[in-house]
């Protein structure tokens, strides 16, 4: 499914702003161990309430290092 850009960002900025940006993420994200992992399958579980018919979301760690959670 496609959706256009600008309806996305209204759904993510204020979820980056509220648990990501400039926040101690063992807080916001309510866990001991806020790896790339638990940020993506954190970032689906919350966006998919959201945002119908989400299948992908992905979290790099760097340049050559990602997760990818995918759900159907």
Excluded at 26 to 32: P, S
């Amino acid at each position: 499914m496609a959706m256009d850009f600008g309806d996305i960002s209204v759904k993510v900025k204020p979820m980056i702003e509220r648990y990501f940006d400039h926040r101690n993420l063992n807080e916001t994200l309510g866990t001991d161990s806020p790896t790339a992992e638990y940020i993506a399958e954190w970032i689906f579980d919350y966006l998919a309430k959201c945002i119908p018919g989400l299948e992908t979301i992905r979290v790099n760690e760097t340049a050559n290092s990602s997760v990818t959670i995918r759900r159907s």
